[in-house]
């Protein structure tokens, strides 16, 4: 991991800092994150994307964001880019 890419990582934990039982583990060559045992999103070569479901995923996609790609041959839709402005308000975050 590059210095940019943990400066964004701690970013991030930063601004999710509020919530419960938040935890950070490694995994798919970045992190991912944990509330309790709930698994809700990945940070991934300065990217952040949060886990979508039928009802969430129209937003994502009305704004342009792309699933998570850990590499060439692998899509996991279910988890979809967070927009930057959304990163960077800690209200709208949580």
């Known amino acids: 991991m590059t210095k940019r890419e943990s400066g964004f990582k701690d970013f991030v934990l930063d601004q999710l800092a509020d919530l419960s039982g938040l935890t950070c583990r490694a995994m798919f060559g970045g992190y991912g994150l944990y509330q309790g045992k709930v698994f809700f999103g990945i940070i991934h070569k300065g990217q952040l994307y949060f886990k979508v479901t039928a009802d969430t995923l129209p937003t994502y996609q009305s704004q342009g964001m792309k699933p998570f790609k850990p590499?060439?041959?692998?899509t996991l839709k279910s988890f979809y880019e967070v927009p930057v402005d959304v990163?960077?308000?800690s209200v709208r975050l949580d």
């Open 71 to 74: 590499n060439a041959t692998q």
């Open 87 to 89: 990163i960077e308000d």
